[in-house]
């Protein structure tokens, strides 16, 4: 109050604010001014309310925010009001729950967009500086209501991407990503690996990483990421999961798994080619050579990428 500048911000007198808390509603009394904004238009604004920082959505606090975000994770909108509800001070309906996810939800994608604008900026990079990055993306198909769906289809993909330094021992002796940095969003292909590559850029100086490599399932989208320096790799699970799901005789699954392992990626073709030719005369409506087919196909068209990074010299 003291500090303003008198000419620009008009003391109007006070005004009483709420701010809904997990513990219950908190009140108190502020100042509002009256100031004229860029654009030459009147408004009021509450100096206070700007140096408190206070990240509120509504009248609820960030606290409060989260605890309702967290609840609509896991279970229904209608639960989630009730366990909101009785672990707090708020009272709060389901649809009160569904705004404030919708409206946090908003806060978010400003942020991302505002994120990946800035990435053409010529600034420095301060994040962790690593000599590899990886990078894991894949699509998940959602069912989703009427309104939120494509016309014609009972859902849509969703992206999803995580990146991060290594893999060490976690307590239980399982496998642990380190330093991961995660990435979900329904936007095409370009908007996304720009919104994922900000994201990254917050936790890593890809300025200064020498190797990056995202592993994907074949995917167009993946294979074309923002950086374009970036290696494309063929995930493994997904190349064992469609020879299981292709080859029916156990022991050549067994031998192509070891070819591909090997690294031996002209005579895996070939095996897979020979395959599909000694079951192409089964008895009608065996399929055993249209899915060995369909497999050559799916590894000729990811040929570049099934060399795994470790044999790269």
């Not at 420095?124 to 690593?130: D, H, I, L, S």
């Amino acid at each position: 109050m003291i500090e303003r500048d008198r000419k620009t911000y008009r003391h109007k007198g006070f005004k009483t604010n709420h701010i809904r808390c997990v513990f219950g509603d908190v009140a108190y009394k502020r100042i509002v001014y009256e100031h004229i904004n860029e654009e030459g238009k009147k408004e009021f604004v509450s100096l206070l309310d700007d140096a408190m920082g206070m990240e509120v959505i509504g009248k609820m606090s960030y606290n409060s925010v989260e605890a309702m975000i967290k609840a609509a994770t896991e279970v229904s909108f209608r639960k989630a009001a009730s366990a909101v509800n009785l672990t707090s001070q708020i009272n709060i309906s389901s649809q009160g729950i569904w705004n404030t996810v919708q409206e946090f939800g908003k806060k978010l994608e400003a942020e991302e967009a505002d994120m990946a604008n800035r990435l053409e900026e010529d600034k420095p990079q301060t994040g962790k500086e690593v000599p590899v990055l990886f990078e894991e993306a894949d699509g998940i198909f959602l069912h989703l209501q009427k309104p939120y769906r494509p016309k014609g289809a009972s859902g849509k993909e969703i992206k999803v991407s995580t990146a991060y330094e290594g893999i060490h021992k976690g307590k239980d002796g399982r496998n642990e990503v380190v330093g991961k940095v995660m990435t979900a969003g329904f936007e095409e292909a370009k908007d996304f690996h720009r919104i994922r590559e900000a994201m990254i850029q917050t936790k890593y100086n890809t300025d200064e990483v020498k190797y990056r490599f995202i592993n994907g399932d074949g995917a167009a989208w993946v294979k074309h990421p923002y950086d374009p320096d970036t290696i494309y790799q063929l995930d493994r699970f997904h190349v064992f999961k469609k020879i299981i799901y292709s080859i029916a005789d156990p022991a050549m699954r067994k031998e192509l798994k070891a070819l591909y392992m090997d690294g031996k990626t002209a005579e895996l073709l070939e095996k897979i080619d020979a395959y599909a030719n000694s079951v192409a005369g089964n008895e009608q409506g065996d399929k055993s050579e249209e899915k060995a087919r369909a497999l050559y196909s799916y590894l000729c068209n990811n040929k570049a990428g099934i060399k795994a990074y470790f044999d790269m010299k």
